[in-house]
């Protein structure tokens, strides 16, 4: 067997072992063992060994892949559309493959104690590729010029943490559209328009039902009686 044969199977094992990591990580914590992981991959535990010598140094691989997963992101949307399209496009892609994974935000968050050159060098290029998607919307004039990269940052975790909490899809993501919306200022697919009329909802705050604007008095808090009725005992 010649060294390329031999590359190429170890390129695919070590690829094996990352993908069922992040899988075997995300579904059952950090708590598990090389040997599930192994086994979870098809590979002997010897395999991940020889690619990892420890979980720890796993656990970097796979976060590090994340992340440059999504540099990889931010450059395709920097490259495929316009300032807000691309800053809006690259926020909703992650926070979607963000959402139900709290293993990135988790152990970023935390000091674990394990080395960290591979992820820290991963961190770098996704902020230097997010740093230059904020700067194109904020020269273009669709971000306001306050926004900075750690807001960005938070609101890819709130924004995931949200979209994971609500147990309906389609309504969850209208609530991360409605947060991200605090951040544009022209751009229309991304604007809260609420925001031009004061405190005005576009939402009943009992059921969420879409509301009709009023051209004349206080904005509409519900949709009618009985939401206005639940909430008043509720509060009660």
């Not at 770098?124 to 230059?132: I, L, M, S, V, Y």
Request: contains cysteine; glycine residues 10%.
């Amino acid at each position: 067997m010649t060294d390329a044969p031999v590359r190429a199977d170890a390129r695919r094992n070590r690829e094996l072992v990352l993908r069922a990591a992040a899988d075997v990580f995300a579904a059952e914590g950090l708590d598990v063992s090389l040997g599930r992981i192994a086994r979870r991959a098809g590979v002997g535990a010897g395999t991940v060994y020889r690619h990892f010598p420890s979980k720890e140094f796993l656990l970097e691989a796979v976060l590090a892949e994340q992340v440059d997963g999504f540099t990889a992101a931010a450059e395709r949307w920097a490259a495929q559309a316009g300032p807000a399209e691309a800053l809006s496009g690259f926020l909703l892609e992650v926070i979607e493959k963000s959402a139900g994974r709290k293993l990135i935000c988790d152990t970023l968050a935390g000091d674990r104690g394990w080395p960290h050159a591979t992820l820290g060098a991963a961190t770098q290029r996704f902020g230097r590729a997010q740093q230059r998607l904020l700067g194109n919307a904020i020269r273009a004039g669709v971000v306001r010029r306050d926004v900075r990269a750690d807001d960005l940052a938070a609101l890819i975790a709130g924004g995931a943490a949200l979209r994971s909490a609500h147990p309906d899809r389609a309504r969850g993501s209208r609530l991360v559209h409605a947060l991200l919306a605090s951040v544009v200022t022209k751009e229309p697919t991304f604007r809260d328009s609420t925001r031009d009329r004061g405190h005005e909802t576009t939402a009943c705050q009992e059921c969420g039902a879409a509301l009709q604007p009023r051209p004349t008095g206080r904005p509409p808090s519900y949709c009618g009686p009985t939401c206005r009725q639940r909430a008043r005992r509720r509060r009660r």
